[in-house]
């Protein structure tokens, strides 16, 4: 395949000591990235083998067909070795995805559970969800309240540096909308600053502004760490 082989280009890892920091956008099938990043002529099932190999990872929003094993074991294929996928999935889906068959490993780095608050009904679920992947919860805001609760179960809490944020937790991850370098550079210090055992994740989620910032984000890190 020519996409897949004449578009191969350069992945930089930015790594600090022995552990490595991903950088990704959130999803890949952005109409608007056609055709300023995907070309024109790329067939919509090449997308996916097009991204993985430009970036090192990517925040996959887990919609309800994507629950298949036998999707992600196709992402697992099309995909370089050192390629890492984060599982976005709804609080609500959480019982589902539990009940879903093994993922393939180590395509799948971690998950970020969505939910506006933490209940009850979240903690069995998240505890059992740590038991097989590192997770972080995106509260968007007001999410100091739940930090103490959510790292007994080792789970952390994923930052968000335009609303003031920190990522806390074993598994850190920062999501970034419209971005500025000034921001960035606080995102990833944040970041370097969690010990988190489980990996560095940071992920941009505005379309409009992804894949740019996806490589200053690349250039910066290399320079700060």
Request: charge should be positive.
């Given at each position: 395949?020519?996409?897949?082989?004449?578009?191969?280009?350069?992945?930089?890892?930015?790594?600090?000591?022995?552990?490595?920091?991903?950088?990704?956008?959130?999803?890949?099938?952005?109409?608007?990235?056609?055709?300023?990043?995907?070309?024109?002529?790329?067939?919509?099932?090449?997308?996916?083998?097009?991204?993985?190999?430009?970036?090192?990872?990517?925040?996959?929003?887990?919609?309800?067909?994507?629950?298949?094993?036998?999707?992600?074991?196709?992402?697992?294929?099309?995909?370089?070795?050192?390629?890492?996928?984060?599982?976005?999935?709804?609080?609500?889906?959480?019982?589902?995805?539990?009940?879903?068959?093994?993922?393939?490993?180590?395509?799948?780095?971690?998950?970020?559970?969505?939910?506006?608050?933490?209940?009850?009904?979240?903690?069995?679920?998240?505890?059992?969800?740590?038991?097989?992947?590192?997770?972080a919860v995106d509260f968007r805001v007001h999410a100091s309240e739940y930090i103490a609760e959510l790292s007994a179960i080792g789970v952390?809490?994923?930052?968000?540096?335009?609303?003031?944020?920190?990522?806390?937790?074993?598994?850190?991850?920062?999501?970034?909308?419209?971005?500025?370098?000034?921001?960035?550079?606080?995102?990833?210090q944040d970041l370097w600053q969690v010990p988190a055992p489980n990996g560095r994740a940071l992920f941009f989620y505005e379309p409009q502004?992804?894949?740019?910032?996806?490589?200053?984000?690349?250039?910066?890190?290399?320079?700060?760490?």
């Amino acid at each position: 395949m020519a996409y897949r082989d004449g578009r191969s280009y350069h992945r930089r890892m930015v790594s600090h000591g022995s552990a490595r920091l991903l950088v990704g956008a959130r999803d890949y099938t952005h109409k608007s990235w056609r055709p300023q990043f995907y070309p024109d002529d790329l067939p919509s099932e090449w997308r996916f083998i097009f991204y993985s190999h430009r970036y090192p990872a990517i925040l996959m929003p887990m919609r309800a067909a994507a629950f298949e094993t036998e999707r992600l074991s196709l992402w697992e294929q099309e995909a370089p070795p050192d390629f890492r996928m984060v599982l976005e999935i709804p609080g609500g889906s959480l019982d589902r995805f539990l009940s879903a068959k093994p993922l393939p490993q180590p395509l799948i780095a971690g998950c970020v559970v969505r939910v506006s608050r933490l209940t009850k009904a979240h903690i069995a679920p998240l505890a059992a969800l740590a038991q097989t992947l590192p997770v972080a919860v995106d509260f968007r805001v007001h999410a100091s309240e739940y930090i103490a609760e959510l790292s007994a179960i080792g789970v952390g809490v994923c930052g968000r540096p335009a609303q003031g944020l920190a990522p806390t937790g074993p598994f850190a991850v920062s999501l970034v909308g419209k971005g500025d370098r000034p921001l960035l550079g606080r995102a990833i210090q944040d970041l370097w600053q969690v010990p988190a055992p489980n990996g560095r994740a940071l992920f941009f989620y505005e379309p409009q502004t992804a894949i740019k910032w996806v490589e200053e984000a690349q250039l910066l890190a290399s320079m700060l760490v």
